[in-house]
T-cell receptor, first 114, second 114 residues
């Protein structure tokens, strides 16, 4: 059973618009949650890491929230650019060390159009 | 510039042939990973290596083996490739500093088994 569910599966927005990507998970324990950006044909690049029970992070136009009680995270992208076109992947770590497992979502494909 | 390099980028093999996928990192990271990515699924862990000759099975190790004789190199071997091993394979390495762990991914190897 998939332990990390992302929604929507795909999303099309116009350049300049804001968007919100969702991640729900059932991983236990949930030590931390990461958001990655994957450009087509490329590897994953880390955007942010959330650790606390109720956490918020900000990285330029990207901001993220985590609520461990609800097992839910959001990734907000403000004023989208064409270069934001990519797949965004939510990953939950079940321990704080390399011995822990990372549980990957299937990703949300974001397409930004002019 | 911290980097994980995968070779080759694209590979086509016939069923039953042996396959060698290579991964290198220039950061002296102890921990390295091999994942595969299939459409509609999250990345799945094949093997994890904690250091030279210290390898552990991931979630889907069947049909694969690994080799890590130097800290900077981690190879994935498919003895007698099968068509269901057609996938995109990602190598990653991780570095821990205090409570923070950073992951670096390679650009992937797209393997097609005919």
């Amino acid at each position: 059973k998939t332990q990390v569910e992302q929604s929507p599966q795909s999303l099309v927005v116009r350049q300049g618009e804001n968007c919100v990507l969702q991640c729900n998970y059932s991983v236990t324990p949930d030590n931390h949650l990461r958001w990655f950006k994957q450009d087509t044909g490329k590897g994953l690049v880390s955007l942010t890491v959330l650790v606390d029970q109720k956490d918020k992070t900000s990285n330029g136009r990207y901001s993220a929230t985590l609520d461990k009680d609800a097992k839910h995270s959001t990734l907000h992208i403000t004023a989208t650019l064409l270069d934001d076109t990519a797949t965004y992947i939510c990953v939950v770590g079940d321990r704080g060390s390399a011995l822990g497992r990372l549980h990957f979502g299937a990703g949300t494909q974001l397409i930004v159009i002019p | 510039d911290m980097k994980v390099t995968q070779m080759p980028r694209y590979l086509i093999k016939r069923m039953g042939e042996n396959v060698l996928l290579e991964c290198g990192q220039d950061m002296s990271h102890e921990t390295m990973y091999w994942y595969r990515q299939d459409p509609g699924l999250g990345l799945q862990l094949i093997y994890i290596s904690y250091d030279v000759d210290s390898n552990s099975e991931g979630d889907i190790p069947k049909g694969y083996r690994v080799s890590r004789k130097k800290r900077e190199h981690f190879s994935l071997i498919l003895d007698s490739a099968k068509t269901n091993q057609t996938s995109v394979y990602f190598c990653a390495s991780s570095f821990r500093q205090g409570s923070a762990e950073t992951l670096y991914f390679g650009s992937g190897t797209r393997l097609t088994v005919l």
